[in-house]
């Protein structure tokens, strides 16, 4: 049965979380992760949203609808997700697809034949490969530098970029770009800066803040937070971009299901005290690697040795859960990973479980031996997403499988 009064109550919602949304400079990021977004359903007064698996929605008559016409164009439990996320990255929207590279891949299709795009040469290895082998097919162009350094950025730049594409920190190095500095080149050019900020989510890095047009986050990692969902969203700065997008949710599809967009908004609440927890497991576990006599480098923003440790102190409010270690070799590696038992050897990252990789064989070996060679990923080098477990279980577990090397 449809409520009258349903069209109604959803509207006045909706204008509470804008309301909301206008305030987030008054409002903590855990609250507006709990309540934007998230209100308690008209209908019934649930505190958890509710979850709408529908196709298609009934009309009141031709031209007439209750704000909602078909599930691909829009869903009630989307719309939700959407202005959560938006909220939480400081954006005006966040239209959301069925995982990380649907989004990257809709960002790119924003642009035309003969674009270039500007993109950092260390970066997780799906991205590089839709860039690579589908979309120079397409006539758009790509160029790869190394964004930890500004003025290579602004080289890099030609009459016809459109784009410049940031990871930060990168997956697997642990590479930092200073996007402040970077969004001026691109606001000088006239270019569009983009940030992928899934290592880092919101709760650390405001990317908007320091002067991005949009930012990309795989919603799978930690803002799902609990390995159950897969996901992407693209925050917006500006109404073109927002418009163009949700065209693209409407002709292309890659739209996130009713069910995953509520495993996301149910995710997303714990969040501020999730990225706690992970970022201070994060710094107990780089702290033991780096002291460990079988470990030959750590990869961690968080460790004063890290070359750019300071950016990190100054772009990021935590160093987070991500950390990169050289065992040697791969039969180090492979030594290390067999033996694992509370580190969870798979591919993914930032649920509330520790996962464990090796990026030269999972997520980077598209990129070939060349490739990773020529970006400094190795094959004895293991990813680690610290999760929430006690610190001493996870410490103590590596410490056991570094002993079989």
């Known amino acids: 049965m449809v409520c009258a009064g349903a069209g109604a109550r959803a509207a ?26 998230q209100e308690p359903d008209a209908e019934t007064g649930a505190v958890s949203p509710p979850i709408h698996p529908t196709s298609t929605y009934v009309q009141q008559e031709l031209g007439k609808n209750k704000g909602y016409e078909y599930a691909r164009t829009s869903n009630p439990t989307r719309t939700r997700l959407e202005q959560n996320l938006a909220a939480l990255e400081g954006g005006i929207a966040a239209p959301v697809f069925a995982s990380g590279m649907a989004a990257i891949n809709a960002i790119c299709t924003m642009y035309k034949s003969g674009d270039h795009i ?94 991005a047009d949009m930012v990309v986050h795989s919603t799978t990692k930690f803002l799902n937070g609990h390995s159950d969902g897969l996901g992407g969203v693209v925050v917006c700065t500006r109404r073109d971009q927002v418009e163009k997008l949700k065209f693209i949710q409407k002709c292309a599809g890659a739209i996130l299901s009713p ?45 004063p040795e890290h070359p750019q440790y300071e950016l990190a102190q100054r772009q990021m409010g935590g160093f987070g859960a991500m950390i990169t270690f050289e065992t040697g070799s791969l039969s180090n590696a492979k030594k290390l990973l067999k033996r694992v038992r509370v580190c969870s050897l798979g591919e993914s990252l930032g649920g509330v479980e520790t996962l464990i990789s090796h990026p030269a064989t999972m997520t980077h070996a598209a990129l070939g031996e060349k490739g990773r060679r020529a970006i400094g990923i190795t094959d004895g080098m293991v990813r680690i997403s610290v999760g929430i477990e006690n610190v001493e279980d996870i410490i103590r577990d590596l410490d056991d499988a570094l002993s079989a090397i």
């Open 118 to 211: 500007v993109c950092g040469h260390n970066l997780y290895g799906g991205v590089p490969r839709l860039f690579n082998q589908v979309l120079v097919d397409f006539g758009l162009e790509f160029t790869y530098v190394d964004t930890s350094e500004p003025r290579n950025v602004e080289r890099a730049i030609r009459k016809n970029t459109r784009m410049v594409y940031v990871e930060t920190p990168t997956n697997p190095l642990m590479v930092l770009s200073d996007i402040a500095a970077i969004s001026r080149v691109c606001r000088q050019k006239k270019v569009e800066l983009v940030v992928d900020n899934t290592f880092m989510s919101p709760y650390f890095q405001q990317p908007i803040a320091l002067g």
């Open 12 to 37: 006045a919602t909706l204008v509470w979380s804008l309301k909301l949304m206008t305030k987030n400079d008054q409002i903590g990021f855990a609250t507006r992760a709990i309540h934007v977004g």
């Open 259 to 303: 069910f995953e967009c509520w495993l996301v908004l149910r995710g997303v609440k714990t969040l501020a005290v999730r990225m706690e927890q992970h970022d201070r497991n994060g710094r107990f576990v780089a702290d033991f690697l780096a002291r460990h006599k079988k470990v030959k480098k750590v990869f961690y923003p968080g460790l």
